[in-house]
Structure formats: structure tokens, C-alpha cells
């Protein structure tokens, strides 16, 4: 079954499990590169896409080396010279617990950076990170409020495990569906 089915069927799942289907966030595309799976996420909050990216079994994206970054905004961030140009892009980065500490989303150690000139500069009471369209993909702090594109990861070792959920919270709001009638 390919990714995207099973993305689908899982979100769907996760809705009928909750009683509701989120008419939020979507995922726009999806991509695979090394051990992981990308998903391109609809402009909302970096919590609201956060969020999404948990339903989907991972988080906004971790970023660890210069070739993740070069994939990842090669892939949706280069302007006029691809038919992708989604402005601003989240990412995983984040310092909403202490001030000046970023951490990533997924609770990994920042071991790659690539801040844009004079950032994080916290102006505003920034405090999360996504790839400035201006700064050519370089990372840049600010509120997250702001509606922009997120990327989502989850890892290619998570994948079976994620099949399994989906398939057992569909026998479930299946069995429940059946039930209440």
C-alpha cells in the first residue's frame, strides 16, 4: 500500500476514533528521503501543525545535517525555480520552554543549526523556528501564530507500527459504530 493511502486512511481513522474530522491542517504532498517520510502540511499555527504532525505518528521536522536542509527546501522551498513556493516553512525548532534554549519537537539535541544572519534575535517574543523564504531557507525565530506551511517527519522505523494503530482504531470506531446502533 503506498504511503499516502496509508497516511489517509490513518488520519481518517484518528477522526471517526475522535468523533470528528479536522478540517484544519492537510497534507499538502509527501516525500521520502534517507530513514524518514515527509509531509507537507497546510498553512495553520506551529502548534496547530505540531499537532497534525503527532496525529500523523511523528512532529514537525527535525533537521541534522546540511543535505536534510538542502533536501527539504530544495523539495518546498526554492522560489522561481520551482512550481513549489510556499513562503515560510515550520520546522520543529523551538525555545517555548526556556527562553534561548531551542530543543526540537521530538525531544532530540540540536545538533545542526543554520540561522539566518543575526538570529534568533527573540524580537517579539519569538519562539519558534521556521526556513526564512527571504533568507533563502535559513531558520529564523518568530511567533507562532502566523499561518505558514510545516513539515512533518516521521521515521521509516515507526512506519509498521503506525500500520498496525491505523488498522486496530479503524476495527475500533468500526466495532463502535456498529455497536451504537
Known sequence: MKIKAVTFLYVMAISIFNGKVSN???????????DSYYYLISPDTWNNVEAFANTLGGHLVTINSQEEQDFLWQTWGLSGTSVHNYGEIWIGLNDRLVEGSFQWANGEALNFSQWALGEPNNSGNEDYAHMWHSAGGSWNDEWGGRNFVGIAEISQVSAPSTLALMLSLVSLAFYRKISKK
Request: charged fraction near 20%; glycine fraction near 0%.
Open 24 to 34: 484544519a491542517a492537510m497534507i499538502i504532498e509527501s516525500k521520502t528521503w534517507n
